[in-house]
Nanobody, 117 residues
Framework: QVHLVESGGGLVQSGGSLRLSCAAF????????MAWYRQAPGKQRELIAK???????WYLDSVKGRFTIARGNAKNTVDLQMNSLRPEDTAVYYC???????????WGQGTQVTVSS
């Protein structure tokens, strides 16, 4: 069973930066894509960035130009570089992935990002 672990969150002032990391443990079949999501208080979880195995990326409009998704240094890891953070970016950030067998793995604990104004 795949286990997802997110890290790197914290408290930052508006305009600041954070780098999140995600590691997927227990992966047997190659990942076709990995992605970052976030869930703000009282809102649904939303997809914000996706990276496919071919290197294609997709970003939610509100984070385009500010966030960058990239493969991590280790296998089955993905990072999210977040620049020019805004208070509305405050949320719990999660990662997930998909492969030929599973379209979505069990969610990890996430990592809290708080942006103060």
């Amino acid at each position: 069973q795949v286990h997802l672990v997110e890290s790197g969150g914290g408290l930052v002032q508006s305009g600041g930066s954070l780098r999140l990391s995600c590691a997927a443990f227990g992966v047997i079949f190659p990942m076709n894509a990995m992605a970052w999501y976030r869930q703000a208080p009282g809102k649904q979880r939303e997809l914000i960035a996706k990276l496919t195995s071919s290197g294609s990326t997709w970003y939610l409009d509100s984070v385009k130009g500010r966030f960058t998704i990239a493969r991590g240094n280790a296998k089955n890891t993905v990072d999210l570089q977040m620049n020019s953070l805004r208070p509305e970016d405050t949320a719990v950030y999660y990662c997930n992935g998909e492969n030929s067998r599973i379209s979505e793995f069990a969610w990890g604990q996430g990592t809290q990002v708080t942006v103060s104004s």
